[in-house]
Structures are given as structure tokens and as C-alpha cells.
């Protein structure tokens, strides 16, 4: 992914969710923006297809906080932290309980709980 530019996109994209891997094992991947390793994996989507690489079409990435910041519109920065701060609430719950799984948080579960 990291021979696709999204640089002309900036401020284009539109959130998907954060999710984070609980289980025995602490998953870090790398930001599909910048490279740095990340916990909280946050999706994006943007409306038309980005290009291909590798025979793979891409319309959808998976960047950090700070890149996701970066890629929203300016009255959509504050949902990245809102939904990473809401996720690391949903990774407590399972780790108290050892309940392995997927913590997810969208739009709509931020405006559910009123954060939005």
C-alpha cells in the first residue's frame, strides 16, 4: 500500500471505525500511511478507487490516530480520538472478563453514547 500517494486526498477521507485485537497475543501493524507500528487500527474510506497495486484496487486504509487526523476533514478531527478513547473502554471490558475478540467503535456507536 505504501506505493499508493494519498497526499492530494487530505481532508477527503471518511471514517469507518477503530478496532483493536484482544487475545494473547499484542498485535502491532503498521500504519498503511506512515509505517509506524500501531495497537488501534483505525479505517478509512475514501469515494473513488486510490489505484491498484498488485492487482488489488484500494478505496480503504488503515492508519493510526495521528494519520487519521490528518486524512479527515477539519470538522471530522476529533472522531479518531472519540472513537480510540471509546475502544480502549470496550479492550478493558474484555481483558477484566478474558473475553478474546475485536473491540470495534463507529460514528454510530460514539453517537449512541452521546460523544457526538
Same mark, same amino acid.
Given at each position: ?37 500501531? %495497537?488501534? +487500527? ?8 486510490? #489505484?491498484?497495486? !498488485?492487482? &488489488?484496487?484500494?478505496?480503504? *486504509? ?26 480502549? %473502554?470496550? +479492550? ?8 478474546? #475478540?475485536?473491540? !470495534?467503535? &463507529?460514528?454510530?456507536?460514539? *453517537? ?5
Amino acid at each position: 500500500m505504501s506505493a499508493i500517494d494519498v497526499s492530494s486526498t487530505e481532508g477527503k477521507w471518511e471514517y469507518l471505525d477503530c478496532r483493536v485485537q484482544v487475545g494473547r497475543i499484542d498485535r502491532r501493524v503498521p500504519c498503511q500511511l506512515c509505517g509506524t507500528p500501531m %495497537r488501534y +487500527e483505525h479505517m478509512l474510506t475514501y469515494p473513488s478507487e486510490l #489505484g491498484t497495486v !498488485r492487482g &488489488t484496487t484500494y478505496n480503504r *486504509i488503515f492508519v493510526g490516530v495521528e494519520c487519521a487526523v490528518k486524512l479527515l476533514s477539519p470538522d471530522q478531527e476529533e472522531i479518531p480520538r472519540l472513537a480510540e478513547n471509546e475502544t480502549k %473502554r470496550k +479492550e478493558q471490558w474484555r481483558i477484566r472478563y478474558q473475553n478474546p #475478540g475485536v473491540c !470495534r467503535t &463507529t460514528i454510530d456507536d460514539l *453517537i449512541d453514547k452521546g460523544k457526538l
